[in-house]
């Protein structure tokens, strides 16, 4: 099992910044994935941003430029900065950790944190 715990939503005004922090713990592998994911309402969830413990990054298009993803592997923490925002990145923000091993796929889910950008 492995624990997730975000923090860092919020409400911002448009044009402003907010920084997400997820820490992991639990039964944490070498190798695995943390990311965010975003869910708006009436929306499906979808990628914000991953990071491999390889240091492999993916962004989703609608957010290239503006956040940036990093990760303390020593810590297990994964944090989201989110620069320039706009009303439509209003959603809940997710966090991640997915991890193969032994041809079994771990996949856990934070309690999710709420962004809402005003314009």
């Known amino acids: 099992q492995v624990q997730l715990v975000e923090s860092g939503g919020g409400l911002v005004q448009a044009g402003g910044s907010l920084r997400l922090s997820c820490a992991a713990s639990?039964?944490?592998?070498?190798?695995?994935?943390m990311g965010w994911y975003r869910q708006a309402p009436g929306k499906q969830r979808e990628l914000v941003a991953a990071?491999?413990?390889?240091?492999?990054?993916n962004y989703a298009d609608s957010v290239k430029g503006r956040f940036t993803i990093s990760r303390d592997i020593a810590k297990n923490t994964v944090s989201l900065q989110m620069n320039s925002l706009k009303p439509e990145d209003t959603a809940v923000y997710y966090c991640?950790?997915?991890?193969?091993?032994?041809?079994?796929?771990?996949?856990?889910w934070g309690q999710g944190t709420q962004v809402t950008v005003s314009s």
């Open positions: 639990g039964s944490i592998f070498s190798i695995n994935t």
């Open positions: 990071d491999t413990s390889g240091g492999i990054t």
């Open positions: 991640n950790y997915n991890a193969l091993r032994a041809n079994r796929e771990y996949n856990y």
